[in-house]
């Protein structure tokens, strides 16, 4: 009975206390602006990649010949492709990938047929895939849902890894056998070593 008053009267209290607003230095409030931080200029962002790119530009001028450089730099503005790896024990997801790209064959978007998920063609036993799809259809076109949510949930799954298509290669290259010992200097993720691990794992399964 003697704590309610109060509690009441603090609530009360808190209620009523006004809330402060930002003011200039001058003291009017109308005139208050947030004061700009260190990366509000745009401007020298904008100037920093021009720079960049300028730089980048003339090392590899000299490393390229002319005739190929504007091809060059088209190749890499072009948007990377979703590319992937099976988990060896999860070869039953080629099978939903192959029924897709038979489903996907002859869809026509904005007049333009879509490129199906395709096996990358050095990757051993089709255990690696990209999916040249731009990534705004594959969220927002019904047709490409299924696939989408499929990838999501299988990389939470651990049914495949994402991983860039020329991370890909040097596990391949180093031909890696259980004997061994491997010492990955680039291991953040750590997707090579994973699929170094795959690979070993399924020579393994191949010899019983």
């Not at 072009?78 to 029924?99: H, Q, R």
């Not at 036993?125 to 989408?148: S, T, V, Y």
């Not at 890696?176 to 491997?182: A, E, G, L, N, S």
């Amino acid at each position: 009975k003697f704590c309610r008053p109060r509690a009441q009267s603090y609530k009360r209290s808190v209620r009523r206390m006004p809330k402060r607003k930002p003011q200039s230095q001058d003291g009017n409030k109308k005139n208050w602006k947030r004061e700009k931080g260190p990366h509000d200029d745009w401007s020298k962002s904008v100037d920093a990649d021009q720079r960049f790119n300028k730089l980048y530009e003339t090392q590899y001028r000299e490393l390229i010949p002319e005739e190929q450089f504007s091809a060059f730099m088209d190749t890499l503005r072009k948007p990377l492709p979703v590319t992937f790896w099976i988990n060896p024990y999860c070869a039953g997801a080629k099978d939903f990938l192959n029924e897709f790209t038979t489903r996907l064959k002859g869809v026509l978007v904005d007049g333009q047929p879509l490129t199906p998920p395709q096996p990358l063609a050095w990757f051993p036993d089709e255990m690696g895939w990209k999916i040249d799809i731009p990534r705004i259809l594959l969220r927002k076109n019904e047709q490409c849902r299924a696939l989408h949510e499929w990838l999501i949930s299988s990389t939470a799954a651990g049914v495949i890894n994402r991983q860039e298509a020329v991370s890909m290669l040097p596990p391949l290259a180093l031909d890696v056998k259980p004997h061994h010992r491997v010492l990955d200097m680039c291991a953040a993720p750590g997707s090579k070593t994973a699929q170094l691990l795959g690979a070993l794992a399924a020579e393994a399964e191949k010899k019983g």
